[in-house]
C-alpha cells in the first residue's frame, strides 16, 4: 500500500470502518477485482480474517461479489455511492438510537415528573438560617444585610466586635453612611461601660450620629443583636457562658422572629438615655 494512502485510513476510520476494512477497500481500488488470495497477499490479513472482513464490507455496501466458476472475485464499489450508503446507514442509526433515547426520556418524564411537583414547595426547616464563624464572612454579611436594608436598622451593640480593624470599621461607617442617605432609619443601644471605655467606639457613634444614626446608652443589654427591614435578624451563638471563644454569628430570616426581635429593642430604647 502506498505511503500516502495509509495517512487516509483514518478518515474511514472516522466513517465506522475498522482499518483492515480500510486497507482492504483502498487495495480494491487498485485493480478491477481480486480474489480472496489476493487480497489476503496484498494487505497481510490471516486467512481466517479475510473472509469476515469481506462479509462485513458486503453487507454495508462497499463491495460486491461475484462468483466465476468455483472463483470468488471481489470488487470495489464507486466511493461516492458506497460511502453515501454508510453515511446513510450511520443517519438511520443515530435517529434509531435517538428515538430509543427519547422513548426512555418520556417514561422517565412521565414516572418521576409528578414527584418532582409534589415535592417542589417542600422548604427545608432551617432553609433560612446561616452560621459564619470567621470575622471577614460576618462582616461581608453584615455589609451585604445593610445593603438590603429598606427601612431600618436596629441593633443592640456590644462586644465583642467584629469591626476590631480600621479597615473594617472604616467599610461599616461608609455602609451605614449610604443606608441613611437612602432615608433607612438607623437606631443604635450602645452599652455604656463600653463608651466609656473604648476610645474608638466613642469617635465611631459621634461620627456617626453627625450623619443621621440615633444612638442611646443603656447599663446593660442581653444579646449583641441587628434586626434589619422587621424580616431578619443577626446576633451571636455564646455557648456556656463563654464570651472570650471565637465570634460565631447566626443569621435568620424570618418575619416573626424579627418583629419580636423589634420589639424588645424598642422596649430597651425606651430604657436607655441618650448619648
Known amino acids: ?7 487516509q485510513i483514518q478518515k474511514f476510520l472516522a466513517l465506522g470502518l475498522t482499518e483492515r476494512e480500510a486497507k482492504v477497500y483502498i487495495t480494491l481500488l487498485s485493480k478491477r477485482a481480486f480474489t480472496t488470495l489476493e487480497l489476503q497477499n496484498s494487505v497481510d490479513i490471516p486467512r481466517t480474517k479475510i473472509y469476515e472482513v469481506l462479509q462485513k464490507m ?3 455496501g462497499i463491495c460486491t461479489e461475484r462468483a466465476i466458476g468455483k472463483i470468488k472475485y471481489y470488487e470495489a464499489v464507486e466511493p461516492k455511492q458506497a460511502f453515501q450508503k454508510v453515511l ?5 442509526g443515530c435517529e434509531s438510537e435517538f428515538e430509543k433515547k427519547k422513548s ?13 411537583e409534589n415535592n417542589k414547595d417542600f422548604t427545608y426547616p432551617l432553609d433560612f438560617v446561616e ?9 461581608a454579611k453584615y455589609i451585604q444585610a445593610v445593603k438590603e436594608s429598606k427601612t431600618d436598622l436596629l441593633t443592640f451593640n456590644k462586644g465583642p466586635y467584629v469591626c476590631d ?21 438607623c437606631r443604635n443601644i450602645f452599652v455604656q461601660k463600653e463608651i466609656d471605655d473604648f476610645d474608638w467606639l466613642r469617635k465611631y457613634v459621634k461620627g456617626q450620629a453627625k450623619l443621621g444614626q440615633q444612638a442611646r446608652v443603656i447599663d446593660s443589654l442581653p444579646i449583641k443583636m441587628m434586626v434589619f427591614d422587621e424580616s431578619r435578624v ?13 465570634l460565631t454569628m447566626i443569621f435568620i430570616e424570618h418575619k416573626e422572629l424579627a418583629i419580636a426581635c423589634k420589639m424588645l429593642f424598642n422596649m430597651l430604647w425606651e430604657m436607655a438615655k441618650p448619648v
Open 1 to 7: 500500500m502506498k505511503p500516502e494512502y495509509r495517512k
Open 58 to 60: 458486503l453487507s454495508r
Open 88 to 92: 446513510d446507514d450511520y443517519r438511520t
Open 104 to 116: 426512555s426520556l418520556d417514561g422517565i418524564v412521565n414516572i418521576f415528573n409528578p414527584i418532582f
Open 131 to 139: 452560621i459564619f464563624k470567621d470575622k471577614e464572612h460576618i462582616q
Open 165 to 185: 480593624t480600621a479597615g473594617r470599621l472604616k467599610e461599616q461607617e461608609m455602609e451605614e453612611h449610604r443606608l441613611i442617605k437612602r432615608g433607612v432609619e
Open 234 to 246: 443577626f446576633f451571636p451563638l455564646i455557648q456556656n457562658g463563654n464570651a472570650n471563644q471565637n
